[in-house]
């Protein structure tokens, strides 16, 4: 259980230490003392979002310590943390946004908190009856109670799967009511690229022979110059050469040495022969047909329009064919494959249908033992005429929730049939449904837990297990007062001989059965504001119980505190 609680530099709240006994804690405190911020204090303990707004003003980080004894979590053994001497969970919040979270030191992420600290606390909140007022939460509290949660989430799943098949069969059904135009168009699109009988690199090769023809009358004059030069005039660069050769050989007749010159001459010429007749295929190819360049700039316009409407490149356009060719061969396919669809949509629906009626049926039998329940809760609550039914209508289709519309009906009074809840409750009686609900999940969840807290023979004392669970009650008793908080008081005393409760609360005769009763106070300092908390006891406690009756401490507050308190 919670022992210990440090609050440092969190919202209002400069340094703040709490201790926690067993049985019901309760603090009490005028209104905006800062009650509630240890509530919120305890769900970043619990993992619940920060936010560097939290921290005080003046501050650069926010800390919150909790200490809890004897706790026994497989996950803490799973990191290697050593529990036998309890857990210390602390929260850090950077102003720089960057928060960390410890268990005895080891640095362990917020989903590790979270699920931890599930196991130690739960927190029902001040406002949370007000989810009571919506009738759409009402089929979540009987699947809670009855604990249908993880079979709704089945049936939730299944009615996604049948949304899905239904949205597949829908738009295949739309596709086969256009797939004769869509199968023609297909086949001329393919046909016209088809009839095209493109190839790879075509483009380019197109672009660098029109290349060449738009300059061919370039071409034409410099390789014929070239070629002359070369070779088919008077005086070409073979026939200096020639004669060049000839002179080098009268040479050799005198001077051996001019062989090496002979030879580079000699080898020279057959170079110049193999460019002249490169040269005069050249020039060969540049007498070609003038018309030859409008049926190539037909062909690159072909091309380019193809582009346009498949993609781009040749590469493109028959990846695009590729795909047209695929979908065609689908559309001609489609009957069978909606065949099947409906086939496969027709068993899910069934199975959902079947799913929804053996929740429905749970629901049912559910609904009957949670009646009688919160009615037996609400008489121990003060409520001692009334009636509370759960209300289930069948509904003709199938939602993601099932068939059932769920809604609370109650009656406070005698002779009044149950009506809708969200319609005649009032915020006390809001209160007081949503502590019978919380009642019964508890004994449910507690199952044998009841047997934890047993009698010590010796001294007739109640002898509490620190591993009880926490629960804190943030002022579930709004709205209610006299005789009804003395009821509300009693049932939140008799929680805690199973669980470690803390309560905060306004009303005088709830924190009069508290074991441990702490006063939260706010104290206005000249530049800044400071929370404080004090265990109370004996004639500060009657103080404090007087203070709450009347608003200020009187003769006839106190003498009624003293009653209240039995002293």
Do not use: W
């Not at 259980?1 to 440090?6: A, F, P, Q, S």
């Not at 003392?33 to 003003?57: E, H, N, R």
């Not at 908080?485 to 199973?498: P, W």
């Not at 009303?507 to 504001?529: R, S, W």
């Amino acid at each position: 259980m919670l022992r210990e609680l440090r609050i440092k530099n969190f919202t209002i709240i400069d340094d703040l230490s709490i201790h926690f006994d067993s049985g019901l804690n309760v603090l009490t405190g005028e209104t905006g003392a800062g009650k509630s911020i240890i509530v919120d204090a305890i769900g970043l303990i619990l993992g619940d979002k920060a936010s560097p707004d939290m921290i005080k003003t003046g501050s650069k980080e926010a800390s919150i310590e909790a200490y809890f004894d004897n706790i026994n979590h497989p996950l803490l053994e799973d990191l290697d943390i050593d529990s036998d001497d309890g857990v210390m969970i602390r929260r850090n919040i950077s102003a720089q946004g960057k928060g960390r979270a410890y268990i005895n030191d080891t640095s362990v992420s917020l989903h590790t908190l979270a699920v931890i600290g599930e196991s130690l606390i739960d927190i029902h909140g001040q406002h949370e009856h007000q989810g009571l007022l919506k009738k759409d939460n009402h089929l979540f509290f009987l699947d809670g109670f009855a604990g249908l949660m993880e079979d709704a989430a089945l049936l939730q799943a299944l009615y996604n799967e049948v949304i899905h098949l239904r949205h597949k069969v829908n738009e295949l059904k739309e596709r086969i009511r256009e797939r004769s135009q869509r199968i023609e168009f297909l086949r001329f699109q393919i046909n016209e690229i088809d009839s095209a009988n493109l190839k790879h690199g075509e483009k380019e090769a197109i672009e660098e022979e029109m290349k060449i023809l738009l300059n061919l009358s370039k071409l034409k004059e410099s390789s014929e110059t070239a070629y002359s030069l070369l070779y088919d005039s008077e005086g070409a660069c073979l026939e200096q050469m020639s004669n060049a050769a000839s002179r080098i050989r009268d040479m050799l007749n005198f001077d051996p040495d001019a062989k090496e010159l002979l030879d580079i001459v000699d080898s020279t010429i057959p170079q110049i022969e193999d460019a002249a007749l490169l040269l005069r295929k050249f020039k060969d190819k540049y007498d070609i047909d003038p018309q030859k360049l409008s049926e190539l700039d037909e062909r690159l316009d072909l091309v380019k329009r193809l582009e346009k409407k498949y993609g781009e490149g040749i590469d493109g356009i028959l990846k695009y064919k590729e795909k047209a060719e695929e979908e065609l061969k689908g559309l001609m396919v489609a009957d069978e494959q909606q065949e099947t669809l409906e086939a496969e949509l027709n068993a899910k629906d069934n199975e959902l249908r079947a799913v929804a009626e053996g929740l429905s049926q749970k629901r049912e039998a559910s609904a009957k033992k949670m009646e009688k329940m919160i009615v037996s809760e609400l008489h121990e609550l003060g409520f001692q005429k009334a009636d509370f039914k759960v209300d289930i209508k069948k509904r003709d289709a199938v939602t993601a929730s099932g068939i059932d519309d769920v809604e609370f009906l109650f009656s406070a009074n005698p002779g009044e049939p149950p009506k809708p809840l969200v319609k005649v409750a009032s915020g006390g009686e809001l209160s007081r449904i949503m502590l019978a609900l919380k009642c019964i999940e508890i004994s449910q969840e507690s199952g044998v837990k009841s047997q934890e807290s047993k009698k010590d023979k010796s001294s007739g004392l109640i002898t509490h297990n620190s591993e009880l669970r926490t629960l804190i009650f943030d002022e579930v008793d709004a709205g209610i007062g006299g005789v009804t908080a003395q009821h509300v008081g009693k049932r939140l005393k008799t929680i805690s001989d199973n669980y470690q409760v803390l309560c905060i609360t306004h009303l005088p005769q709830i924190a009069a059965m508290a074991d441990n009763h702490l006063k939260v106070e706010k104290i206005m300092g000249k530049d800044a504001v400071k929370v404080s908390i004090e265990p109370l006891s004996g004639s500060k406690r009657q103080d404090e119980i007087a203070r709450m009756l009347s608003g200020k401490i009187t003769d006839v507050s106190l003498k009624h505190a003293k009653e209240l308190l039995g002293v």
